[in-house]
């Protein structure tokens, strides 16, 4: 099992939107999650000293290979509509490595 965190922002003229939208993930959304090897998975929402509204992701995958099980998460229709819907909502970092959406977050403890 590997543990995953991610940063993003949310600008407030989202907030209430995307918190609708996570009060009630579609069923599809969640089935494609789980067949994707993922478990134990949370979004938290914080304001910064910054004034800005950040969303942190994490989740465990209990797969094999991440890389495969993400390629077919992103060739889903449903999971591509619900991205649709909630990534215009949504802040990327500016200082992302290429390829992210999400930020991702070090690991730097962990205490079972």
Known sequence: MKRYASIIGLPAEGMAEYK????????????MIRRCHIRNYSIYLRRMPDGKHYLF?????????????????????TTQEWWKVCMPLQAPLVDRAQGEWWANAEEVFHCD
């Open 20 to 31: 609708r939208l996570h009060a009630a993930v579609w069923p599809d959304v969640l089935a």
């Open 57 to 77: 992701s994490y989740f465990e995958y209990i797969g094999s290979d991440y890389a495969a099980d993400m390629a077919v998460m992103a060739a889903d229709p």
